[in-house]
């Protein structure tokens, strides 16, 4: 049998004696080469059947990578944008221009397009409640009368309604309801332009439960709201008289919220309003305050008070005794150092406040030594507090005393509770206005205080101090809250 070496013509193995002649070299060199020339034959064709496969390939896949992004974004994506804009919920919230009183009256190109807007935008909504949020032309005017009515035709979905205006609000007189799915409503016109104005009638409103009125002189106010079913009402810029007077109508009161720029002009006599449901009263400065010895509030939890007198301070006194009630949450603001004075006499008078918020633009360093150093050495004081806030700082907060309030607060007292969380954050202006460390601080008394709010902190209690400015007995950095912040609570 012949072998591989045979078919070559090289010598059998045994056999090296033998020697190629020229022409047997020749004939295999040019067997080889045959060979080799039918090899490439089959490589060509294989070559160019791989080109056509690649080609019929790329035909169906590779296109659309050289095309232009954006024609690519319309293939791929306006399917999705068609979806996306022909669902109902996308378009159930309508409020541009929403700067209530900030912004300018309208010009007429922005009352036409508002009109257009309102009227290619509510019917995407299909049957489903709307939110609506705007701000009116100047009303009254035929630009706001169409506005209205383009809502009004809307008046069985409106869920929500907020309008303002630079002028006085006035409804046409054929916007009716009714109302079945309106919870709540808020009209807002400047202070400077208080004036009559006109709404539909909201007795036919059964889920109405918040109002809001801003300088708004309601025509016939008796007939135009179902008060008795009200639980949160916002009243600004309306006195107190017209306030306690409303209040008669409104017996399942949960939330009041009230503003005035001035007291009564005469004495009021009327008994004060019971609100046996009342649980949250938050009150403006000025006059506002001037509204609490005329309320009866059992349910009282959580109490705003945006000044403090000493007026004031009596006047709370009074309603806790009167009405019976332990409020639990505090959120005070004393803008100067005239109601600063009043702030130990004031949480003297709410010793239930679990939750004390302060706003302390005007309160002094030696106020807060005051108040930390009254803290920690009476029970009598915030016996309750369980959560401490003291925001918009604008002063050197005394660390020493600050850090034995902490401590004392922490400590298992009998008929104290203890203080879970304290936060100090500075007015965003203040923020490091006194860069220079003090020359005369001892560098030992910071250290040690940082080492006790270090303690504090692992012990549990939630310490934050976001930004801080120089404190009197030293200068505490961000470095060091970095400190504080590192604590291992695990």
Known sequence: MSTENDQLGRPLEGSSQHKSTASELRWRLYKTEGQIAALESQMAILRADRETVLGDLAAIVYPVLTLPNEITAEIFIQLWRA???????LWTHFSPFTRYMCSPSYDSDTCRHLVDLLMCWLPRAGGLNLHICIKLPTSPSPESDRT??????????LKTLDLASNGPISFPADIRGPFP???SIALLAHPSSFGPTTMPILLDAPRLREVRLDAIDLVDWRTSVPWIQLTSLDLLFHDVLECLEILTYTPNLEVLVFRTDEGPEDPIFSPPPSLPRLHTLNLGPDGSNDLLPHLTLPALDNLRLDSVTNESVEAVTALITRSGCSPTTLLVSFYNSEEAE???????CVPSVRNIHMLCAGVTSAHFTGLFDSISKHSS???????????????????????????ARRSPMEG??????FKLLFHQEYYDVYAEVNMNAQNKDVGLALEQLCALRSQGLQLDIQSTIKWLSGNVTPKMI?????VDLS
Do not use: K, W
Not at 83 to 89: G, I, Y
Not at 148 to 157: A, C, M, N, T
Not at 482 to 486: G, P, V
């Open 482 to 486: 970095e400190e504080i912040n590192a």
């Open 342 to 348: 009043c702030m130990h006499d004031l949480i003297l």
């Open 416 to 421: 104290i509770a203890q203080l879970n969380s």
């Open 83 to 89: 979806v996306a804009l022909s669902t109902c919920r």
């Open 181 to 183: 799915y309106l919870t």
């Open 381 to 407: 004081i915030l016996p309750a507090l369980t959560s401490f806030t003291i925001d918009e700082c604008c002063t050197e907060i005394p660390l020493r005393p600050l850090v034995q309030m902490l401590a």
């Open 148 to 157: 209205l009515r383009i809502l009004g035709q809307y008046s069985s979905q």
